[in-house]
């Protein structure tokens, strides 16, 4: 649907985009992960044609950004960074005048700006003035604006960002609605965001890819083994027995003990899920089981370690991730933990 | 053309939906009606005393053309109150766009960039226009209590249009090259100021110079059409000017894609 060969976008001095290759299936979900200023808006800008590349091609649905810009902005609908709303402008009249530019034709004009409302969950607001819109309505109009016209290409310039932990909830569950139907392009530097809404993605640091995958593949490829924490009360060197003779175990290790409670993390080959037969074992032992935790490696970690592996990289840019993780989503918590196992382990 | 009209009708609401347009009617009007009622009584005490020395003296002096000549300096003076207005009328058209990132909903929507900037251009054309059918007002009381030549008022407000027209293409550029209206407005203002001044400057030039000079500045083409006659190289000129102002828009903004 989407193909982008040796794009380059250079400013004056710098260069925001260096030789970047890729492409996007029809209904694809794809997602530019990234710190802040690694060239993810200027990408989405490209493909929209917005900011013409120095170098390089790109085409959507067959046809060259370049050559037929009209037939490919017809095929895009498109949420800038900032909603592009006009202040003074009622909702439903910004989105009446958005239909219009988008050659939605006359009669259909009404029916179309009531569906995109009601997709984007702000026909509630549609007479109020988009000036007085909190961030979280302005963001639905911004989305509601760009599926006018139903576009078979989105491009999403993160769609969550300033929202409420309950809006960026919505807004993920109607990317994966529209994903299908939809071919999506999102960007964002959040990470859980792109484990949970794209179907692959794009790592990209100063302008460059450094990673391009499914999120399981990622997390796969760049980690060795695969680790469980279990919390277990019994005879502890009966247990590390019994768990390393289990079949695909690699090692069991004492993290610790407290009250005849042993932290055990044990390590396995890749891709086995060892919980079943873990606990099994411990129930056959007669044990007491406290916890079990499978201490995935998280993109967070993979993303950290990509854009910091090699020697120019800033440590600035890991830690503005490391900063970045929303409070928000509900599996904070796993990530911060397997974080610090893995850490732990290294 | 659709899209055209989708542009002027956004903007038409835009310019209504803020008090830029209401204060620039406002003074607009409040300006030209005070002078009119000045050069109203300013006519009047002359043609009287006119008339009173022709009676004393008993000589056949020229009678004064009193509703003529009320046109004609009403005219000349609203093409000077216009030269601070104007610059407001299209002070925002891009700079506010640049600023709010609109302007990337413009540029990414299946429209050329041609039909952004005439849309833009015939709002501001539009409002223009309502501006000067305002000052019908005061000039009906010339028909009303008068009986003055159509012509000439009629070939004044075809110089008055044209020269409108103009100073705004003109000033639609200079919008698309800052992202804040203020110094949008100032830079159009000065603009169209030195365009105005630049035959003052002709005087103490060589006569060519004062030639080339005074071709270009914008008054000066507007005399004959106060004056009763509309003439084509004056007509040309502010077309051309009009053109120059369009392309300049139109490159600037296709430019804009260029420059991100």
Not at chain 1, 19 to 30: C, I, N, R, W
Not at chain 1, 146 to 155: F, G
Not at chain 2, 102 to 118: C, D, K
């Amino acid at each position: 649907m989407i193909s982008v060969q040796n794009l380059t976008k250079r400013y004056d001095t710098t260069t925001a985009i260096a030789d970047v290759s890729f492409s996007v299936e029809a209904g694809e979900v794809l997602g530019f992960l990234g710190p802040n200023g690694a060239g993810k808006t200027t990408m989405m800008r490209a493909i929209t044609g917005f900011l013409p590349p120095s170098a390089g091609r790109i085409t959507v649905d067959g046809f060259d950004v370049f050559e037929d810009p009209l037939e490919v902005r017809s095929r895009i609908g498109y949420l800038p960074e900032s909603p592009p709303l006009y202040p003074e402008m009622t909702v439903e009249g910004y989105l009446r005048f958005v239909a219009k530019i988008k050659g939605v034709a006359r009669i259909d004009i009404a029916d179309e700006v009531t569906r995109v409302m009601d997709t984007a969950r702000a026909l509630d607001v549609a007479h109020r003035i988009n000036g007085r819109l909190s961030k979280g309505y302005k963001q639905r109009v911004g989305l509601a604006q760009a599926l006018l016209n139903d576009p078979p290409v989105l491009i999403l310039d993160e769609p969550t960002v300033g929202l409420d932990p309950n809006q960026i909830h919505e807004v993920r569950e109607l990317i994966k609605e529209w994903s299908g139907d939809h071919t999506v392009i999102l960007s964002t530097h959040i990470l859980p965001e792109v484990e949970q809404t794209c179907s692959r993605v794009v790592i990209i640091d100063r302008g460059r890819i450094i990673a391009m995958d499914t999120p399981e593949n990622l997390v796969h490829q760049l980690k060795g083994a695969e680790l469980t924490l279990v919390e277990v009360a019994g005879p502890l060197d009966d247990i590390l027995e019994r768990f390393r003779a289990m079949d695909g175990v690699v090692s069991a290790r004492d993290m610790g003990s407290s009250d005849a409670r042993h932290r055990i993390q044990v390590e396995t080959d890749l891709r086995v899920d060892i919980r079943p037969r873990l606990a099994r074992t411990i129930v056959e032992g007669g044990w007491g089981l406290f916890e079990m935790q499978s201490s995935r490696m998280s993109l967070e970690d993979i993303f950290i370690k990509l854009t910091t592996s090699d020697a120019e990289a800033s440590p600035v840019h890991a830690e503005d991730v490391a900063v970045a993780p929303e409070p928000t989503s509900g599996n904070t918590e796993d990530f911060g933990d397997s974080e610090n196992d893995t850490e732990a382990d290294a | 053309m659709k899209n055209i009209l989708a542009i002027v009708e956004r903007e038409l609401r835009a310019y209504f939906a803020s008090p830029v347009a209401y204060v620039v009617l406002t003074i607009f009007v409040l300006l030209s009606g005070v002078f009119f009622q000045t050069i109203l009584r300013q006519v009047v005490q002359m043609a009287t005393v006119n008339a009173l020395q022709s009676q004393q003296f008993g000589a056949a002096s020229q009678p004064i053309d009193v509703p003529g000549l009320i046109s004609q300096s009403f005219l000349g003076t609203l093409s000077v109150v216009l030269l601070f207005m104007l610059p407001m009328i299209t002070m925002g058209l891009f700079s506010e766009e640049k600023k709010r990132g609109t302007i990337e909903l413009l540029l990414t929507a299946p429209i050329t960039g041609f039909q952004v900037v005439m849309g833009k251009y015939l709002a501001a054309v539009s409002f223009y226009a309502i501006m000067l059918a305002t000052t019908w007002v005061p000039t009906s009381v010339l028909f009303l209590y008068g009986d003055p030549a159509w012509g000439p008022i009629l070939s004044g407000y075809l110089g008055l249009l044209l020269y409108g027209v103009a100073l705004l293409a003109v000033g639609l550029f200079i919008s698309t090259l800052t992202e804040n209206q203020i110094v949008a407005g100032v830079l159009s203002f000065g603009t169209i100021l030195m365009l105005w001044m630049v035959d003052v400057v002709a005087q103490s030039a060589t006569a060519t110079t004062r030639a080339v000079l005074a071709y270009l500045s914008i008054l000066g083409h507007l005399d004959e059409f106060i004056r009763g006659v509309v003439t084509t190289s004056h007509v040309i000129f502010y077309l051309s000017l009009m053109t120059l102002g369009l392309f300049l828009t139109y490159r600037s903004v296709d430019s804009m894609r260029w420059r991100g």
